[in-house]
């Protein structure tokens, strides 16, 4: 299994779709997961933590199922502005300490009118 | 807005040129790192300083070396560029050190490298 894994898309969606995004991570021992929007030619943007318990925030709910290696980002009611490249993010483990942040290869989203 | 400011925003520079790009930071995050970035793929850490200190070199060719002269600016010296090392040049911080558990990267825009 590859360290971060996405959904490979794109995925083009009308606005006011519900879409959800994937990721499977390689190592059961890391314990920070990030999902981050990136817009053509800009840096990543930081959109949200995912925690175990699952947060949420507006219309992005994010879930991690530890015991799948699973993180899983859902956006309610899509605007157009939604429109991005997101990446699912996860630290690396070295022989049992937390390593340094790797980004899966995200997963493209279209919102069309 | 981000409070990372690379500089320049773009370069343009031949195989023998000597040039440096530059990174800065006045949040007091004591980490810094420096990604490469090709067009449709993910960013791909390159070094990471860790309360001024150099912690992680992912095996980056010699031709690029950083240097990171005090806790809030972070350079990338290039030498010798290929036109392979063309790229997006992401520069991060973060609060804490690099592997503290959910700790968050903040990126500056980036500085586009293209090596003819």
Same mark, same amino acid.
């Given at each position: 299994r590859k360290e971060v894994e996405q959904d490979p898309g794109p995925f083009n969606v009308p606005e006011g779709a519900t879409v959800a995004f994937n990721c499977t991570y390689?190592? /059961?021992? /890391?314990q920070s997961f990030f999902w981050y929007r990136q817009d053509c030619r800009k840096e990543p943007k930081l959109l949200m933590s995912v925690y175990s318990s699952g947060n949420e925030d507006g219309r992005f709910t994010a879930q991690l199922n530890r015991a799948s290696q699973y993180i899983s980002l859902l956006i309610r009611d899509s605007k157009l502005s939604d429109s991005a490249t997101y990446l699912c993010v996860v630290n690396r483990v070295y022989g049992g300490s937390q390593g340094n942040l790797i980004f899966g290869k995200g997963t493209k989203l279209s919102v069309k009118p | 807005d981000t409070e990372v400011t690379q500089t320049p925003k773009h370069l343009v520079m031949g195989m023998t040129n000597k040039k440096s790009l530059k990174c800065e930071q006045h949040m007091g995050h004591r980490a810094m790192y420096w990604y490469k970035q090709k067009a449709k793929k993910p960013p791909e850490l390159m070094f990471v300083y860790s309360y001024e200190k150099l912690s992680i070199n992912e095996s980056v060719p010699s031709r690029f070396s950083p240097e990171c002269p005090n806790s809030s600016l972070l350079n990338l010296h290039l030498h010798a560029l290929q036109p392979e090392d063309s790229a997006l040049y992401l520069c991060a911080s973060s609060q804490g050190p690099s592997g503290t558990t959910n700790e968050k990267l903040f990126f500056g825009s980036g500085t586009q490298l293209s090596v003819l």
């Open positions: 390689s190592n /059961s021992a /890391s | -």
